[in-house]
């Protein structure tokens, strides 16, 4: 067990709360989280839904139609969001689906501990690696180990990093070269350069991670990093004492719409189709409901076939900005769910390729969760010392069998060919092959210790 992880349990508690208690204060200003919030998490009202599909064979039809769902109001919750509300997970049976908004990523994590039966959630949205973490005992209370199954990709894409308009003209951009004097400056200054993440150690930390340390700026010496929810982070923007954020829309681009900041990168330039965030269940949900977790995935799929069709990008905008979820103005999302992007420093993306996507991007199928991917998840947690380098080591294979056992992606499949999928869009292979970074820097998921090594800026030694 490594030092950081019994630090998380013994401070998560104070983390959650303070989290909680600054998203409550900001709800009126900001729109996050909802109103009438209770504990951690915010069930939505209900939804008139159709009935449930009388055709569902007896061999399909779902053991329970009831489930509870946990969601952070950014993009990536879009499926879930839609599945509901345009009825398509009552389409297979799961007539009674409740999406619970939680106040921050810790509250989440302590809903799933619990579990409906206590008044918590059955899974939901997530970052990576939480649910592999959490199926470890690494971040829950007394490191009790709470087995999770990763089921789905939610999303690639939608994700970016902020900056402050103070910043603007010293070169902070994509590639650092030309601020490295800048974060010199600010690092022995009385206020160094501050940047913050929703939670520590998962996405959104790698992302502004990985970007500072390709432009030669080590995240753990030259910055400060804090976790706060990503409604505070616009406004301790405003207040100037937060320099940049990683977070996923619609808050990096309401910063440029507010005139507070400006884009620095789209994560669809770091990481072109890179995956981002996942639907997992408690694991013991899911063997008790097999048929229920296939109905939940066919739903999910159409949801998000759904949500990559443009025509539909506006409804979703709506749908998704309403009071019950997101509570923000519309205009705030259908800009970047085309692919346009004003990234406030002059610079404009109109490209469809870098919009949020949701069933299929350029390198295929965007719903299959690839274990390829969850082992550069694991192998970023060694190279940043958040786990110890045994998870890589000898070919992986510690991180293979941890995902061996969280990734189900053979439900996943077996979903999709209940639902009808076409064989061409249903992955052959659990690994997606060489990724490729915007610096140059190749991981192969054959070889994740060659990737350790190539990296000039790291914590562990390989």
Same mark, same amino acid.
């Given at each position: 067990?490594?030092?950081?992880?019994?630090?998380?349990?013994?401070?998560?508690?104070?983390?959650?709360?303070?989290?909680?208690?600054?998203?409550?204060?900001?709800?009126?200003?900001?729109?996050?989280?909802?109103?009438?919030?209770?504990?951690?998490?915010?069930?939505?009202?209900?939804?008139?839904?159709?009935?449930?599909?009388?055709?569902?064979?007896?061999?399909?039809?779902?053991?329970?139609?009831?489930?509870?769902?946990?969601?952070?109001?950014?993009?990536?919750?879009?499926?879930?969001?839609?599945?509901?509300?345009?009825?398509?997970?009552?389409?297979?049976?799961?007539?009674?689906?409740?999406?619970?908004?939680?106040?921050?990523?810790?509250?989440?994590?302590?809903?799933?501990?619990?579990?409906?039966?206590?008044?918590?959630?059955?899974?939901?949205?997530?970052?990576?690696?939480?649910?592999?973490?959490?199926?470890?005992?690494?971040?829950?209370?007394?490191?009790?180990?709470?087995?999770?199954?990763?089921?789905?990709?939610?999303?690639?894409?939608?994700?970016?990093?902020?900056?402050? @308009?103070?910043?603007?003209? *010293?070169? /902070?951009?994509?590639?650092? +070269?030309?601020?490295?004097?800048?974060?010199?400056? =600010?690092? #022995?200054?009385?206020?160094?350069?501050?940047?913050?993440?929703?939670?520590?150690?998962?996405?959104?930390?790698?992302?502004?991670?990985?970007?500072?340390?390709?432009?030669?700026?080590?995240?753990?010496?030259?910055?400060?990093?804090?976790?706060?929810?990503?409604?505070?982070?616009?406004?301790?923007?405003?207040?100037?004492?937060?320099?940049?954020?990683?977070?996923?829309?619609?808050?990096?681009?309401?910063?440029?719409?507010?005139?507070?900041?400006?884009?620095?990168?789209?994560?669809?330039?770091?990481?072109?189709?890179?995956?981002?965030?996942?639907?997992?269940?408690?694991?013991?949900?899911?063997?008790?409901?097999?048929?229920?977790?296939?109905?939940?995935?066919?739903?999910?799929?159409?949801?998000?076939?759904?949500?990559?069709?443009?025509? @539909?990008?506006?409804?979703? *905008?709506? /749908?998704?900005?309403?009071? +019950?979820?997101?509570?923000?103005?519309?205009?705030? =999302?259908? #800009?970047?769910?085309?692919?346009?992007?004003?990234?406030?420093?002059?610079?404009?993306?109109?490209?469809?390729?870098?919009?949020?996507?949701?069933?299929?991007?350029?390198?295929?199928?965007?719903?299959?969760?690839?274990?390829?991917?969850?082992?550069?998840?694991?192998?970023?947690?060694?190279?940043?010392?958040?786990?110890?380098?045994?998870?890589?080591?000898?070919?992986?294979?510690?991180?293979?069998?941890?995902?061996?056992?969280?990734?189900?992606?053979?439900?996943?499949?077996?979903?999709?060919?209940?639902?009808?999928?076409?064989?061409?869009?249903?992955?052959?292979?659990?690994?997606?092959?060489?990724?490729?970074?915007?610096?140059?820097?190749?991981?192969?998921?054959?070889?994740?210790?060659?990737?350790?090594?190539?990296?000039?800026?790291?914590?562990?030694?390989?």
């Amino acid at each position: 067990m490594t030092e950081f992880f019994n630090q998380i349990s013994r401070r998560k508690f104070i983390i959650t709360a303070g989290a909680s208690t600054g998203a409550v204060f900001l709800k009126g200003c900001l729109g996050n989280p909802p109103e009438n919030l209770t504990g951690s998490g915010t069930k939505t009202a209900p939804t008139a839904q159709p009935a449930a599909n009388t055709n569902i064979s007896p061999e399909q039809a779902p053991e329970v139609t009831k489930v509870n769902l946990g969601y952070i109001p950014i993009v990536e919750a879009a499926p879930l969001i839609i599945a509901k509300e345009k009825g398509f997970f009552a389409k297979y049976g799961m007539t009674n689906v409740e999406l619970a908004k939680q106040a921050s990523w810790g509250a989440a994590r302590d809903n799933v501990e619990i579990g409906s039966a206590g008044g918590g959630i059955d899974g939901g949205q997530w970052q990576m690696p939480m649910p592999h973490l959490i199926t470890e005992g690494l971040i829950t209370k007394g490191n009790k180990k709470i087995p999770m199954y990763v089921l789905a990709q939610l999303i690639t894409q939608g994700n970016g990093i902020a900056i402050a @308009n103070k910043h603007q003209g *010293s070169g /902070i951009g994509l590639k650092l +070269a030309s601020a490295k004097s800048l974060f010199s400056k =600010l690092k #022995d200054s009385p206020t160094p350069f501050t940047a913050a993440q929703t939670f520590p150690h998962v996405n959104q930390d790698f992302w502004i991670r990985y970007w500072l340390a390709a432009g030669g700026i080590d995240p753990d010496i030259d910055v400060k990093l804090l976790t706060v929810p990503s409604a505070q982070t616009v406004a301790n923007m405003k207040t100037g004492t937060m320099d940049a954020f990683s977070t996923g829309d619609p808050w990096p681009f309401r910063i440029v719409k507010d005139k507070i900041g400006f884009m620095a990168a789209l994560t669809a330039e770091i990481w072109k189709n890179h995956p981002e965030e996942y639907l997992a269940m408690r694991a013991d949900w899911v063997d008790q409901n097999p048929k229920a977790t296939k109905a939940l995935l066919k739903g999910l799929m159409e949801a998000q076939q759904w949500c990559d069709n443009f025509d @539909n990008r506006k409804e979703m *905008s709506e /749908i998704v900005a309403g009071r +019950a979820y997101f509570n923000v103005p519309v205009d705030i =999302l259908i #800009d970047p769910y085309m692919g346009k992007y004003d990234m406030g420093e002059g610079r404009q993306i109109d490209d469809r390729s870098m919009a949020a996507l949701y069933w299929k991007d350029e390198k295929g199928n965007v719903s299959y969760p690839y274990k390829s991917h969850d082992l550069w998840f694991i192998t970023e947690s060694v190279r940043w010392g958040f786990l110890p380098k045994d998870y890589i080591v000898n070919n992986a294979a510690k991180a293979r069998a941890l995902i061996d056992k969280v990734n189900r992606e053979d439900i996943w499949k077996e979903a999709a060919k209940e639902a009808g999928i076409p064989a061409a869009d249903i992955p052959t292979s659990t690994s997606r092959g060489v990724e490729e970074f915007f610096d140059g820097v190749k991981f192969d998921p054959e070889n994740p210790e060659a990737y350790l090594k190539s990296l000039q800026i790291k914590k562990v030694s390989i």
